[in-house]
């Protein structure tokens, strides 16, 4: 395993193991970032994580710092 790949090990797996559920707010005019909303709180994600995502989807996802990551799309009633 090469350093790069232990580097990119090591960054995936920091920052929370909890799950939290937010909303995709919206995204940047770049179309780069996407803003998650969780409580009072905004969480960035790169859009490129998130193919197909629209503004009022509702999501799951690990946080580190206020980056947002790992994020699953919550299908249902709510989540389509």
Not at 27 to 51: K, M, N, W
């Amino acid at each position: 395993m090469s350093v790069a790949d232990q580097v990119i090990e090591v960054l995936k797996n920091f920052g929370s193991r909890e799950r939290f559920i937010g909303v995709i707010d919206h995204c940047d005019l770049a179309g780069t970032t996407v803003y998650i909303r969780s409580h009072d709180q905004s969480y960035l994600a790169f859009a490129s994580e998130l193919p197909g995502i629209k503004p009022g989807q509702l999501v799951s996802f690990r946080r580190d710092q206020l980056r947002a990551k790992d994020i699953i799309k919550i299908e249902g009633p709510h989540g389509t």
